[in-house]
């Protein structure tokens, strides 16, 4: 029933998605765990919680060392704004609070909450549930939201209580639900969709009372005909067919990016520079609004995640659910991948995933999957770099209408004004120039190394504004000093001058008869004020 | 250890791959030539082919670079184009002189590969056509017609490629003829009309769409050619933006002048199908190096190339303008690319950041 009616409806051109610019088409790649039941990850003997697990500020320890914490209780805490705190995803003793690895490509360390697991499980309740959120105040869903530490889960992590505003300036009228996953290998949204589809539509429900809306999508790539007839009968179930509808998209690479996804539902863009809910649209990951329900609906903060660990170096690919904090080596363990001096993983998908330098980082909020591939298929796709022969197809695919080869030329050439000039910031590093470029340029590369660059001078700059500043307040407050002085000065000659003046005077007056003396008078009067000039000259 | 940025997957396309695309897309125009002109084609063929990758080996040795790049396909593909835009009445020599002249000076001097500013096979037929004009602008009589030599004969042509057209007892005035658009013009020029010129030359439509007419070797059959262009196009190596804007321009321009008078200029149908207009509009003007790289660039590009390729045939002293026209737009290019951009996500067309 899916195919026929999708594909007469996209051939048609009836009701159907608009598409975005440029994309590449993977269909299907090596989602080869796409329809296997998610599994649940064991317990490991030991969690690590960075502190910054979304885009943001990072949050501030609460607990201690020694102390014993339960599961969902909260161990680090908002800091600022765009922040939302951190939840301990079983109950254990706090071993230590240092630096440990995160998942990013530099290696670099960050400060991290360890957690030795008692095994006991224990959760913390203090949250209580609230079944029936519609009744239930916007302000406070809202501040639930945040207390349970949600943040997008389909990779950016972007604080999902910020989007969640009931603005008067911009209503927002569309809910757009990404189950899209264009990533390849990646299948764990699919499977959350088979599994877990009356908590999303759940999620999606308490979004759209959040914010009012009265439109609800929910995206599907037409390779997930399963997922879509799943989705589209517990709408049915649920009565909420007049309100969410869900809609098939020919399956495109990146078109689960939010702009993509927007512009290819909508057909309207975001302004450069702005928000979706200017266009009255928000967008969530089909996981978030399942951690929404959680969070709402039982009581439980964000505590573990559905990935994908997958990877052509992995005998028995699963989708597993996975607390938060536990380590990308145990989780491989279990999928039986034990040596890695012939394995690279990468966290998040092929296209926009990062290379991890080891295997002990944590599981974090922003980890949808984890691929171990052999070394040779990694270098495969990094291949050295060739001459640009210019052939033009990086633009074609280029998702934001950009330049890439010209782009990456100034990139390259350290021309940073020229590559601001060809819109290096609206790069959404999505990958699909590089990944059909010819010559094996690594395009992307070259844009964060631009962008980096350009970040790096505007700080040098701002720090150089600063100083200079600094220095002018420095040399207007002395020059004023001097001035102070200076006017001091003045009034005390001056002073000096109309008492000897007067002196003189009377001298004058009183020895008017002798000529000679009046002379002398005035000589010393003279010497007087030079003397006078001098003295001050000393104080100052 | 190397620091790897995403993405960690590539779709496989590569620079060979590219290359021998458009060189396998070229085989049946090769075909026809051959065809044609019999073992002078093969002449012609191997030694610009032979000459090109040898000219690039020994240069990039020279300059003490990896002779890795010989086998991209690039400069095998510089020859084989080249040779299919010299008339069969080429000797050796000039053969020779055109396939050093494209390597050396249309691309190695620039930097190789994706730095040449020209088509180099173009920029090598241009010098040709301007310093040897006597050969370039003999038609040989092609085979299915009452050719006076024999190129089906290996020696008989042997001779000629070597010897010239003494050595088999010939003169030029017997072996060759006039282009259709040479005769045009001189015709043209003498006060005939356009349809009594074609009467006289004795001119098909069908002749010229599947390559029975006199030509360059390569540019005689649209039907070829297309078969290969549309190929290319359908596997996505060259867009469909620089051809079908290059030609839809050509017979914009003819019809609408035909229209207004019809003695003067020629019916659009003899304008595409004319001279090298569909091989420069598939395989010339789409050489990525040297066109811009935007969508909406290459179309500019290609009515550019229409345009003067047009005015170029029609008012200029060249019979044909379509390699004039698309060298003079390789130099527009950086400037194309400059201006013609497309619009950014997110931003009103025209404004900038």
Not at chain 2, 122 to 147: E, K
Not at chain 2, 205 to 213: D, P, V, W, Y
Request: with cysteine; glycine share 8%.
């Amino acid at each position: 029933m899916f195919d026929l009616w999708d594909k007469v409806q996209q051939v048609l051109h009836i009701n159907t998605p608009r598409g975005f610019t440029g994309g590449i088409v993977h269909q299907n790649q090596y989602k080869i765990t796409g329809g296997d039941s998610i599994v649940a990850s064991p317990l490991p003997d030991m969690l690590v919680h960075p502190i910054k697990q979304h885009i943001g500020d990072p949050c501030e320890p609460i607990v201690n060392v020694g102390e014993r914490v339960l599961k969902g209780q909260m161990i680090a805490k908002a800091q600022g704004y765009l922040s939302v705190p951190i939840h301990a995803s079983t109950s254990g003793v706090v071993e230590k609070i240092e630096k440990h690895l995160i998942p990013h490509p530099s290696g670099l360390g960050l400060t991290s909450i360890s957690i030795k697991p008692d095994g006991l499980d224990e959760v913390d309740e203090s949250l209580h549930p609230l079944p029936n959120y519609r009744s239930v105040d916007i302000v406070e869903l809202r501040e639930r939201i945040r207390h349970a530490g949600l943040a997008g889960l389909g990779g950016a992590v972007f604080p999902t209580f910020v989007k969640l505003v009931h603005d008067q300036k911009h209503p927002i009228e569309t809910v757009i639900l990404n189950g899209i996953e264009c990533e390849p290998w990646l299948t764990c949204d699919h499977q959350l969709m088979i599994e877990k589809a009356h908590e999303i539509i759940t999620g999606l429900d308490i979004v759209m009372y959040l914010v009012d809306a009265k439109q609800g999508i929910i995206a599907i790539e037409d390779n997930k005909p399963d997922a879509v007839t799943v989705m589209r009968k517990t709408l049915k179930d649920m009565g909420l067919t007049d309100t969410v509808e869900v809609k098939v998209l020919p399956t495109r690479y990146p078109q689960g990016g939010e702009k993509q996804l927007i512009q290819a539902i909508t057909g309207k863009e975001i302004p450069a520079g702005g928000l979706p809910l200017h266009i009255g649209v928000i967008s969530s990951n089909v996981g978030t609004s399942k951690a929404i329900y959680d969070a709402v609906c039982l009581g439980e903060p964000l505590t573990e995640r559905i990935i994908t660990v997958s990877g052509d170096a992995v005998p028995k690919a699963v989708n597993m659910s996975v607390r938060l904090g536990t380590s990308v080596r145990f989780l491989l363990a279990q999928v039986g991948v034990t040596g890695f001096d012939d394995i690279k993983i990468i966290h998040g998908g092929p296209m926009m995933g990062e290379l991890m330098v080891d295997a002990d980082v944590p599981v974090v909020k922003a980890s949808n999957g984890i691929l171990a591939m052999h070394k040779q298929s990694i270098m495969r796709a990094h291949h050295d770099e060739e001459p640009c022969i210019r052939c033009g197809d990086c633009g074609e695919v280029c998702p934001a209408g950009l330049m890439p080869n010209l782009l990456a030329q100034h990139c390259k050439e350290d021309q940073f004004e020229r590559a601001q000039d060809y819109n290096l910031f609206d790069c959404i590093e999505c990958g699909a120039c590089s990944y059909v470029c010819p010559s094996h340029i690594p395009l992307v590369h070259y844009f964060r190394y631009g962008k980096g660059q350009v970040a790096q001078i505007q700080r040098e700059k701002a720090f150089a504004e600063e100083s200079r500043m600094r220095s002018e307040k420095r040399d207007a407050r002395l020059a004023k000093e001097l001035a102070e002085k200076e006017e001091k000065r003045r009034i005390a000659k001056e002073k000096k001058e109309a008492r000897a003046k007067a002196l003189a005077d009377k001298q004058a007056a009183e020895d008017a008869t002798l000529s000679v003396e009046a002379e002398n008078a005035n000589e010393n009067a003279d010497k007087g004020v030079a003397k006078a000039v001098d003295k001050s000259e000393e104080a100052s | 250890m190397i620091f790897l940025s995403s993405p960690h997957q590539h779709g496989g396309n590569t620079i060979q791959l590219t290359m021998f695309s458009v060189i396998i897309a070229l085989i049946p125009a090769a075909m026809v030539s051959v065809y044609l002109y019999g073992w002078l084609a093969v002449f012609l063929l191997t030694t610009c082919i032979g000459i090109s990758l040898l000219t690039e080996y020994w240069m990039l040795r020279w300059m003490g670079k990896p002779t890795k790049p010989v086998w991209d396909g690039s400069a095998g593909l510089t020859g084989l184009l080249l040779a299919l835009t010299l008339p069969a009445a080429v000797p050796w020599w000039m053969a020779i002189f055109a396939a050093v002249f494209a390597i050396i000076l249309g691309k190695q001097l620039y930097g190789g590969l994706g730095h040449n500013p020209f088509n180099p096979a173009l920029a090598a037929r241009v010098v040709l056509l301007i310093s040897f004009p006597l050969h370039m602008t003999s038609w040989i009589v092609p085979m299915h017609m009452d050719a006076t030599l024999n190129m089906y004969d290996f020696v008989t042509s042997l001779q000629f490629f070597f010897l010239g057209p003494d050595a088999v007892k010939q003169t030029w005035d017997a072996i060759t003829m006039a282009s259709p658009l040479g005769y045009l013009k001189t015709e043209l020029g003498q006060g005939v009309t356009v349809s009594q010129a074609l009467v006289n030359y004795n001119y098909s439509t069908l002749h010229a769409f599947i390559g029975r007419e006199a030509g360059s070797l390569g540019e005689g059959s649209a039907l070829a050619l297309l078969m290969g262009g549309i190929w290319l196009m359908a596997r996505h190596t060259i867009s469909w933006h620089i051809p079908i804007s290059y030609i839809a321009t050509v017979a914009m321009f003819a019809w609408v002048f035909n229209m207004i008078n019809p003695d003067v200029y020629a019916p659009p149908l003899f304008h595409v199908l004319a001279g090298g207009l569909i091989l420069c509009a598939f395989f010339m003007a789409t050489d990525p190096v040297s066109s811009p790289s935007s969508s909406i660039g290459k179309i500019v590009f290609g009515i550019g190339c229409g345009v003067l390729t047009w005015v170029i045939r029609t008012y200029g002293n060249y019979p044909e303008g379509a390699m004039f026209a698309v060298v003079l737009m390789n130099m527009v290019t950086p400037l194309i690319d400059y201006y013609v951009r497309p619009r950014v996500y997110g931003y009103k067309r025209g404004k900038k950041a």
